[in-house]
């Protein structure tokens, strides 16, 4: 079966890398995304990467993936209190690329 | 570009009524969109997908007579739940996908149903 998962909370201090991690199960996975949820907004698209990539960076955000492991994470650098927020990771499998599986999602809180 | 609404935001209603929940591509024209529901801390989960004329594709275990989908032009799909019942309060999120693109898929705010 698909399953994706994060760990719920991380806090970081203003200024700080962050890294929020997530594994999941479907090896023929295609794309994998990271995605943000800020209160009363839609998902976000951050970024994705391509499953033959290993690596993707993106002005501060940073993704690796370790297909081997089935692991993806996004650091995000000099972390801001404006990215406190709900970040999902997300896969598409192979049968379907349409379909998104989301992660529970990791709750950023960034204090000063 | 690539708004995306929903429609209200948020609703109550009583046990046993309908509500329509509307989604929007305002800025541009979406051949899927997709409706997903998403408990207290928990992911989201994909309920159907809706293409642009013709019948939805529900996920299994989605009761296709209790959530009726309609998408009947390139930019509005609406979600009907129909009959609702506490058990269905939940957040309901919407997302479309632009002709041409990808696969990536642009997400409505949210509507928060409460069932009394």
């Known amino acids: 079966g698909e399953d994706v998962e994060q760990s719920l909370f991380l806090s970081v201090r203003e200024g700080d890398s962050s890294v929020i991690n997530c594994t999941y199960t479907?090896?023929?996975?295609?794309?994998l995304y990271w995605y943000k949820q800020e209160p009363g907004a839609g998902l976000q698209l951050l970024t994705y990467?391509?499953?033959?990539?290993d690596m993707k960076q993106d002005q501060r955000l940073t993704v690796l993936l370790n297909k081997k492991d089935k692991h993806l994470s996004l650091r995000i650098a000099d972390t801001q209190t404006g990215d406190s927020a709900i970040y999902f990771c997300?896969?598409?499998?192979?049968?379907?690329?349409?379909?998104?599986?989301f992660g529970t999602g990791t709750r950023l809180q960034v204090f000063p | 570009g690539a708004v995306v609404s929903q429609h209200p935001s948020w609703v109550i209603c009583k046990s046993g009524t309908s509500v329509k929940i509307e989604c929007r591509s305002l800025?541009?024209?979406?051949?899927?969109m997709f409706w997903y529901r998403q408990f207290p801390k928990q992911s989201l989960m994909l309920m159907a997908t809706?293409?642009?004329?013709?019948?939805?594709?529900?996920e299994q275990g989605v009761e296709k007579d209790k959530f009726l989908i309609n998408h009947a032009s390139l930019t509005l799909s609406t979600l009907t739940v129909t009959s609702a019942h506490p058990e269905d309060s939940s957040f309901y999120i919407c997302?479309?996908?632009?002709?041409?693109?990808?696969?990536?898929?642009?997400f409505g705010p949210g509507t928060r149903l409460t069932v009394l």
């Open positions: 997300a896969e598409s499998p192979a049968y379907n690329t349409d379909k998104l599986i």
């Open positions: 479907d090896s023929s996975s295609t794309y």
């Open positions: 997302s479309a996908r632009r002709l041409a693109s990808y696969n990536e898929q642009f």
């Open positions: 809706s293409n642009e004329g013709s019948k939805a594709t529900y």
């Open positions: 990467i391509f499953s033959n990539m």
């Open positions: 800025d541009f024209q979406a051949t899927t």
